[in-house]
């Protein structure tokens, strides 16, 4: 069983910036793609960035580009997201995903297996 851990939730000014990390236990790191996904109230999961198994191939979804980064530190099983320049639409509660699939679209909800719990981000104006 993969277990998925969350943490960095905090309240910020519009503007200011927060690190996200998901720590990864209970099978090899090295062998899941790892996803950050969030959901604001009322709304849907969306897709906020991804990172494939060798930490080389990243993705963002356009609402985040060039504001938020995604790595993965293999030797301490995490996974960390960079928001930077935040805005209020950021507000959100933020899921840490794990995936085996080697060919999984990792924009994709749908094609993870794990799940963290989520941590509340809350970006002020």
């Known amino acids: 069983q993969v277990q998925l851990v969350e943490s960095g939730r905090g309240l910020v000014e519009a503007g200011g910036s927060l690190r996200l990390s998901c720590a990864a236990s209970?099978?090899?790191?090295?062998?899941?793609?790892m996803g950050w996904f969030r959901q604001a109230s009322g709304k849907e999961r969306r897709f906020v960035a991804a990172?494939?198994?060798?930490?080389?191939?990243?993705y963002y979804a356009n609402s985040v580009k060039g504001r938020f980064t995604i790595s993965r530190d293999t030797a301490k099983n995490t996974v960390h997201l960079e928001s930077d320049n935040l805005r209020v639409e950021d507000t959100a509660i933020y899921y840490c995903?794990?995936?085996?699939?080697?060919?999984?679209?990792?924009?994709?909800?749908?094609?993870?297996?794990?799940w963290g719990r989520g941590t509340q981000v809350t970006v002020s104006s």
């Open positions: 209970g099978h090899t790191y090295s062998n899941f793609g």
């Open positions: 995903a794990a995936t085996f699939n080697s060919v999984a679209d990792l924009r994709k909800w749908s094609d993870y297996d794990y």
């Open positions: 990172v494939d198994r060798s930490g080389q191939i990243t």
